[in-house]
């Protein structure tokens, strides 16, 4: 039998049982003293006594004790009751010990001598056979001697080599007195046993366990947990879940009490997590069933939706068509009236005809406005890209939106920290946004708070599933919430169709959120509503995010007006519009061709004549299209330029939507001003880099003079070089021809010259090394040259700026950066010097 410290029995072996004719259910768990209480067998009580004193000698010594007799009455069912037989025990009691040689259980090793008393009685009657029963029975003592050892050291070697953990825990504050391996393991502490719960194991604090243990001890109740999580301590003090089955065991003494707890358990964390797993593809299994049979159920209303999808494709091509071919002639009349009313601008002498004029010139840009709004619906117009910032384009636009919307509407504007740049067009952006925001004002009626957000958004797979008009990625979200009236369903179905409006006659065109969806679409990005009735309206915007830095370009136009005297050849097969625009290129001062159709112009360009710049329109009729014309003028005529001119441009010059690179656009309808700086800035570029072509070209040797035998050497004319700067200047220029050509031209100054191509390369250049000069073009890539330039002489002041371009605003450039020289292109080494002079000896 092993008994606890308490006296409380904790196992017997099957022989004990037989012996005392008790089952395991009986005894197990109770105090010794109260399985075996006295009675007849034990009137005196002499017994009990005897064994009490033996145990609490080997509780108080930790010494093994024998009692050598005890007399025992076993109780025998019989039809007329219990009658008890009289035998008798010898005990011997061996206390187990911990590593610490603290009592941990008393193993009680019985033999049943009663047939040693009977044959005591005998002894002087046969003697002989008294030994040999005495010695048969030594035999069988020894036997059970050696079998009982091995069941002991087979208990402990089970409840180490065991899977699950247990352990007992010792009164009300739960200190542990056995541990075994596994408990040890799961904890990550082995040196628990003396300690408290809450001192071993602090980690458990605020998980209920220790609430759970105090439960058990006090109410004497055992309590089972199953896949219970608990988070556990690691030596570098950070915590791991583990999942556990458990029994909270209560120890129960011979008068009920309890004494401790006993915890036995398993770790099923592997099983949790894979049943948690199993869960969840189970899940996703139901909702793939459940969405596969409402997609089954709801076939033919696809059907029905893909049809009229389709139907509504078609028709949104064919009145794409239409309003392309509709915005090209429209476009044509709006040419001819600007034209014509710009010339009568200039000539006018009385103030009533200059209202007039003024008023016609507006409905013509209304016109202008209605014929852009219908090419952005249909995506036919010609975008041209950059990479913007939305977060500096709202705050550029806060005061035209509040201009536009009263003092009524409360603007709010909420720019997100980190906001990634996108690839978009930011005039159109811009209408987008006014569109959106007048759109919101008159669903306030005049009045209500309007706000403006910009954030970075992540269209996922799940999402695109449900939208199949995108496609997953990263965009820059624009949201334009108002607090008006809300839409209904219906309402939203159709918002974006062309000419529906939901106000009155005469209050709107019906284009501005058709203009809105064709935009967003032809930049490959998403749209989207979301609206009540009386909650308001939220429209977002979803455009392509782009990892390209901020293309910050320099408004030409508040640029002065050049005029010019080459030779233009223009190309237009509209006869009113030929001559509206040959007019104001002559008024200008230039000298201008004409021509009808291709063939015509390069009848004229075969012929000979000098021609600087080719200006045509893109849509033409006959064999020779636009983009052919530009490439075969260009080959007759390399030094000449181009510039094309269209209200709707097709696919001839404008790919995916967007035009296509190195090609130079004028829309129609332009006033004389935008037509003057357009080919103004064409020729000055094509100029710089023809005569950079030309001063890179190596110039071939002179043939040598004969001389006469006896003449003397002759003398070479020496021309002095000039005067060597010395000045270390960075260049930046994006043309490589006009760069490198540039960089000669400085080089044979004497400077030390650091080329870059675009604003960012050069503040790194900036950077790195010193510098006497910036020389920079206005028009790069990314950061304007007026940025650049800005920069730079904030972060050095000592620096001297010339600024170069073909077409630039010399006050702007000027306001810049003060005192900053200014050449034009094309410009050749005796500009380029008298500017580098004047940069060298500032002031």
């Not at 075969?632 to 296509?660: C, K």
């Not at 250049?765 to 010193?770: P, T």
């Amino acid at each position: 039998m092993l008994l606890a410290p308490d006296l409380t029995i904790r196992w017997v072996n099957e022989a004990y049982l037989h012996a005392t004719g008790r089952t395991r259910g009986e005894i197990v768990g109770l105090g010794v003293f109260e399985a075996f209480p006295g009675g007849p067998h034990d009137p005196g009580g002499e017994g009990t006594r005897a064994l009490q004193a033996s145990l609490d000698r080997v509780r108080s010594t930790g010494q093994r004790d024998v009692l050598a007799l005890i007399r025992y009455a076993i109780p025998k069912q019989t039809p007329a009751g219990p009658v008890f037989e009289d035998r008798y025990w010898s005990a011997s009691h061996t206390p187990l010990l911990d590593a610490q040689g603290r009592l941990q259980a008393i193993l009680q090793q019985t033999d049943d001598v009663t047939e040693l008393q009977t044959l005591k009685q005998e002894l002087a009657a046969t003697p002989a056979r008294v030994e040999g029963s005495m010695f048969r029975r030594a035999q069988q003592v020894q036997a059970e001697n050696r079998q009982l050892g091995a069941e002991r050291a087979l208990l402990r070697q089970l409840l180490e080599q065991a899977d699950a953990f247990a352990a007992f825990l010792r009164g009300p504050e739960h200190v542990y007195e056995i541990v075994n391996t596994a408990y040890a393991t799961i904890t990550g502490k082995p040196d628990l046993v003396g300690q408290p719960v809450r001192q071993a194991l602090p980690e458990l604090e605020g998980q209920g366990f220790y609430e759970l243990l105090d439960e058990v001890y006090a109410s004497g109740r055992p309590h089972h947990g199953r896949n219970v999580p608990v988070l556990l301590g690691n030596p570098d003090g950070s915590r791991r879940l583990r999942y556990v089955d458990f029994l909270n065991q209560p120890i129960l003494e011979a008068d009920g009490s309890v004494s401790g707890v006993f915890v036995l358990g398993n770790d099923v964390t592997d099983a949790v997590l894979a049943s948690q797993e199993l869960d969840r593809y189970r899940n996703q299994l139901e909702d793939i069933v459940a969405e596969r049979t409402r997609a089954l159920e709801d076939s033919e209303a696809e059907r029905r939706r893909t049809e009229a999808a389709l139907r509504q494709s078609q028709k949104m091509e064919a009145i794409g068509q239409l309003t392309g071919g509709v915005a090209h002639d429209f476009n044509n009349l709006l040419q001819i009236l600007s034209g014509n009313l710009q010339l009568l601008q200039r000539r006018q002498r009385e103030p009533e005809d200059a209202k007039r004029i003024a008023a016609s010139l507006g409905a013509v840009d209304r016109g202008a406005k209605l014929a852009a709004q219908l090419l952005a619906f249909a995506r036919r117009q010609p975008l041209e890209p950059r990479a913007i910032n939305l977060g500096r384009m709202l705050r550029e636009m806060d005061d035209l939106l509040r201009r536009a919307l009263g003092e009524a509407i409360e603007v709010e504007t909420v720019v997100a920290g980190g906001l990634w740049n996108t690839l978009t067009d930011p005039d159109q952006v811009q209408n987008a946004i006014l569109n959106l925001a007048v759109n919101a004002r008159d669903a306030m009626g005049g009045s209500g708070r309007l706000t403006i957000e910009a954030g970075n958004a992540m269209l996922d797979d799940l999402y695109t599933l449900r939208h199949t008009d995108v496609a997953p990625g990263q965009y820059v979200m624009l949201a334009v919430s108002d607090t008006g009236s809300g839409m209904t369903p219906e309402v939203v179905e159709k918002a974006f169709e062309p000419f529906f409006t939901t106000k009155r006659e005469g209050s709107g065109t019906g284009l501005g959120l058709s203009m809105v969806y064709g935009f967003v679409k032809q930049s490959h990005g998403h749209v989207k509503i979301y609206s009540e009735p009386g909650q308001g309206t939220t429209v977002r915007l979803y455009l392509p995010r782009t990892t390209a830095d901020e293309d910050v370009l320099t408004d030409l136009s508040a640029a002065p007006v050049e005029n010019g005297s080459e030779t233009i050849l223009v190309v237009e097969d509209d006869p009113v519009v030929q001559n509206t625009v040959i007019d104001l290129l002559k008024d200008l001062g230039y000298t201008v061709l004409r021509a009808s159709d291709g063939q015509s112009a390069l009848t004229l360009a075969r012929a000979g004549i000098p021609i600087d710049l080719l200006f045509t329109d893109v849509v033409m009729p006959g064999p020779v299209r636009a983009p052919d014309l530009a490439r075969q003028v260009q080959a007759m005529l390399p030094g000449i330029a181009v510039l094309f001119t269209s209200g709707y441009t097709e696919n001839a010059i404008v790919h995916g939507g967007r035009l296509d690179p190195g090609v130079n656009l004028l829309s129609k309808p332009y006033r004389r001003e935008d037509l003057a700086r357009k080919v103004r800035h064409t020729l000055n570029n094509r100029r710089q880099a023809e005569a950079a072509a030309t001063r890179a070209a190596p110039v071939p040797a002179p043939a040598p003079l004969p001389v006469a035998p006896d003449a003397p050497p002759p003398q070479q004319q020496q021309h002095p070089p000039p005067a060597r700067l010395g000045l270390r200047v960075l260049l930046v220029e994006d043309d490589p021809l006009i760069q490198m050509d540039c960089e000669d031209m400085l080089a044979a100054l004497g400077c030390r010259v650091i080329a870059a191509r675009d604003g960012r390369a050069a503040l790194r250049e900036l950077g790195r090394g010193s510098f006497d000069v910036l020389f920079t073009d206005i028009g790069l890539p990314g950061i304007s040259g007026l940025e650049l330039a800005r920069q730079a002489v904030l972060d050095h002041p000592a620096l001297q700026v010339v600024f170069a371009s073909g077409f630039g605003p010399r006050d702007e450039a000027r306001q810049a950066v003060p005192g900053a020289q200014f050449v034009t292109k094309p410009y050749g080494p005796a500009e380029l010097e008298a500017a580098m002079r004047r940069a060298a000896r500032p002031g």
